[in-house]
């Protein structure tokens, strides 16, 4: 039972190039998140899917799309990487229903720079 | 306005030390209230959740202030590895999932 799994842990990226970044959860669960973390802000909601087939915008959604590939998987994309992209990137994920709803299982992150 | 504020820190504690900090959060209408914890470059975990009556868990109580919409954390006999931010963390809606996080407070114990 892996958890909340992300891939990569680091990458680099130059100005304008674009990645996917990858989360899958053998948990479960409906609901699933992609966070940033940058110092000082705490984490940001960027997309969350509440269930499978579903995607909102979270608080930062600008420069960014999802795809909830399945009830596993949620992946992020960055079309065209800024400077103002570089961070720490979480993605979670919570049963959705029932008790306990709220409790978030998070990845180990990928730390992402762009050059 | 933040959602959620925390004081930053940091605490420096000894051994053994009692240590207590809030948070406050800005929404009268958040249902629920929680501690993670996050290590230094690891993902936060959660700690506990904040029940309206106040809770413990071991040597970790929680409290609720509704009306002053605050709520705290106090760790008794700090160990070496009680050392990591506590993120304080708010729901604002049965129906909706989303979590607001504050940004952390740093607490370092020393031996």
């Known amino acids: 039972n892996a958890g909340v799994t992300q891939t990569p842990k680091f990458q680099v990226l130059k100005t304008g190039q674009s990645m996917t970044l990858q989360c899958a959860q053998d948990m479960n669960h409906n609901s699933m998140y992609w966070y940033r973390q940058d110092p000082g802000m705490g984490l940001r909601l960027i997309y969350y899917?509440?269930?499978?087939?579903?995607?909102d915008k979270g608080e930062v959604p600008n420069g960014y799309n999802v795809s909830r590939l399945n009830k596993r998987e949620f992946s992020l994309r960055l079309e065209s990487a800024a400077p103002s992209q570089t961070s720490v990137y979480f993605c979670a994920s919570s049963p959705g229903q029932g008790l306990p709803s709220y409790e978030q299982y998070f990845g180990p992150g990928t730390r992402l720079t762009v050059t | 306005r933040k959602e959620v504020e925390q004081d930053p820190g940091p605490f420096n504690v000894p051994e053994g030390a009692t240590v207590a900090f809030n948070c406050t959060y800005s929404n009268s209408a958040s249902q629920s209230f929680f501690w993670y914890r996050q290590d230094c470059r690891k993902e936060p975990k959660l700690l506990m959740s904040v029940y309206s009556s106040g809770n413990e868990d071991g040597r970790f109580t929680a409290q609720l202030n509704r009306a002053s919409q605050y709520i705290s954390l106090l760790i008794r006999d700090s160990k070496l590895s009680d050392s990591a931010t506590y993120l304080c963390?708010?729901?604002?809606?049965?129906?909706?999932?989303?979590?607001?996080f504050g940004a952390g407070t740093t607490v370092t114990v020393r031996a």
């Open positions: 899917s509440a269930s499978e087939g579903t995607t």
């Open positions: 963390v708010v729901n604002d809606s049965p129906n909706d999932y989303k979590l607001s």
